[in-house]
């Protein structure tokens, strides 16, 4: 048996990299998929690719979420995944003695306040079903520092301890609603192509990036869904509030050897 089968999701920022590979895998699992992103061409095109429905969402927008309320009042996954690193227009300060305020509150709207906004939509459209779970996708990011990505580190956080507080509420007020975190690392991803390249350096740079990985190599947005899949599925029914690394071993401690 398909391990979603009958079960309605909704993903953010679902138009590519891990939203996409999760909305692939839950539709292989028989689930139904609302894919939604802000980019409404790209994330079209990915709907009718995967055989999904879309719907346009700024996650940041609370009037955008009362309108996904109406069209989908009912849900029994919700994959809170959207979220910006601050350098989608190029190289700024991120720092936290040269951020601005605007460049913070801006990877706070999308990250922080997004992921709040998603989880107050998911607990209500839950509340009816016989059970539900979300899953906030977080960062290696949001469990250790990041000297020159002070919002996206500090969001990241955000949204690791706001797993917690959304699992604990829904237990002690009775609700079966499970809420977990995803932390991944590396997952070569679209947003990383910039970095990289396609020149013959190509290969260095990504060996370069993943020096520190124990694994030594990049993860995949498949293995993020693969993940998610569990966690979406009745096999997690008592996994609520648990934070779920994925990132090669690279914050099980150092690799080196004694000597």
Not at 74 to 79: C, G, I, Q, R, S
Not at 200 to 205: K, N, Q, V
Not at 229 to 246: C, R
Request: contains cysteine; negative net charge.
């Amino acid at each position: 048996m398909q391990r979603l089968n009958g079960k309605t999701c909704l993903i953010t920022g679902a138009a590519r990299g891990i939203g996409e590979a999760i909305a692939q895998a839950f539709i292989a699992e028989g689930a139904q998929v609302y894919v939604t992103d802000i980019d409404e061409e790209a994330g079209r095109q990915t709907a009718r690719d995967l055989g999904a429905e879309f719907m346009k969402l700024d996650v940041a927008s609370e009037a955008n979420w009362f309108t996904i309320a109406k069209a989908v009042p009912a849900l029994d996954v919700l994959v809170n995944n959207a979220g910006i690193t601050g350098f989608e227009n190029g190289a700024i300060n991120h720092n936290p003695e040269h951020a601005s305020l605007a460049h913070w509150r801006a990877v706070h709207a999308v990250n922080t306040d997004g992921t709040f906004l998603g989880c107050r939509y998911g607990i209500a459209a839950m509340r009816g079903r016989p059970s539900g779970s979300i899953i906030n996708i977080s960062s290696r990011s949001g469990m250790v520092g990041i000297p020159a990505a002070a919002a996206y580190a500090a969001s990241k956080a955000a949204i690791r301890n706001h797993s917690k507080t959304v699992a604990l509420y829904c237990a002690q007020n009775g609700l079966n609603i499970r809420c977990n975190s995803i932390h991944p690392a590396a997952i070569l991803t679209p947003m990383w192509e910039p970095l990289l390249g396609d020149g013959p350096d190509r290969e260095a740079r990504m060996k370069a990036f993943v020096a520190d990985t124990p694994m030594q190599r990049f993860g995949t947005p498949e293995e993020v869904a693969a993940l998610a899949v569990l966690l979406a599925s009745d096999e997690a029914a008592y996994i609520t509030g648990s934070e779920l690394t994925i990132d090669g071993g690279l914050l099980a401690g150092s690799a080196a050897t004694l000597g």
